[in-house]
């Protein structure tokens, strides 16, 4: 693994950390592909069950390393190096959690929000710097403040360039919490922990159900439903849980 991209494991919950504090952990192709082999190499290990994706140094990312000469049109980076992140991401049967301090900026922003869960120290913020260089959000930065912000929101936040507060993120539904100084990292692993305790089935489908809920009718969501609470139904963890229940104890789930 490149050092610009740290994996660490402590049982069910795993660490990836973005090294490259010098220069706020912008994404240049070396790191990218780190970070993509990270995704990759985490959800190869059963034994996590819940990822933080963290930065080093002052802040979680910069974005994209504008110093850095693209060798290839722009949509093929993002397709080729980029893509297979968010898409790691978004079909891991890992729950996600982004744990930002400092600044989330351009795609960094937009891999923050990628995530299932996201923590913020209560001065840190989401910075959507594309106006600024003349571009406009990727990453599918757009989709999310869309969804969160609505579109008059999400528009002004695009044209100004504008930071959003850990406040403002968790009021919209963009952040789940805003940690008091000097906590954000304990706070994170205390909920990284009580998620880690739950059944890890159960979570990866109730993951998969939300991801697509916005696309599908009442009668097709309710079919998914069924369809999971089914495969549910029969594991072994479901059994624990009924079994714990009924003699007033915490369950110990496997995932099986």
């Not at 059963?46 to 930065?55: K, N, Q």
């Not at 080093?56 to 980029?82: K, N, S």
């Not at 044209?159 to 805003?178: M, P, S």
Request: proline share 3%.
């Amino acid at each position: 693994m490149s050092k610009l991209v740290n994996v660490e494991q402590d049982g069910a919950i795993a660490r990836i950390i973005l090294n490259r504090p010098a220069a706020f952990n912008a994404l240049n192709a070396e790191m990218r592909r780190a970070l993509r082999d990270a995704v990759a190499d985490v959800e190869g290990r059963d034994a996590a069950r819940v990822v933080i994706l963290s930065g080093a140094g002052r802040g979680f990312c910069a974005g994209a390393d504008v110093t850095e000469q693209p060798d290839a049109p722009v949509h093929l980076i993002l397709d080729a190096e980029y893509r297979p992140i968010f898409t790691g991401i978004a079909a891991s049967s890992k729950i996600w959690i982004a744990q930002v301090h400092g600044s989330a900026a351009g795609i960094g922003g937009a891999i923050a929000m990628a995530c299932d869960l996201m923590t913020m120290d209560a001065d840190a913020t989401i910075y959507m710097a594309f106006a600024a260089i003349g571009l406009v959000p990727d990453g599918g930065a757009c989709w999310q403040l869309l969804r969160a912000l609505g579109y008059r929101h999400a528009l002004q936040t695009i044209l100004e360039g504008r930071k959003i507060t850990a406040a403002e993120a968790v009021d919209h539904g963009l952040a789940n919490l805003a940690a008091a100084d000097g906590t954000l990292d304990a706070e994170t692993t205390a909920l990284a922990k009580r998620l880690a305790s739950g059944a890890p089935l159960a979570a990866a489908a109730a993951k998969r159900l939300l991801r697509q809920m916005d696309r599908l009718s009442f009668d097709e969501a309710f079919s998914r439903e069924a369809v999971e609470q089914s495969r549910l139904a029969i594991s072994a963890d479901a059994a624990e849980g009924v079994a714990a229940f009924m003699a007033r104890r915490k369950p110990s789930f496997t995932g099986e």
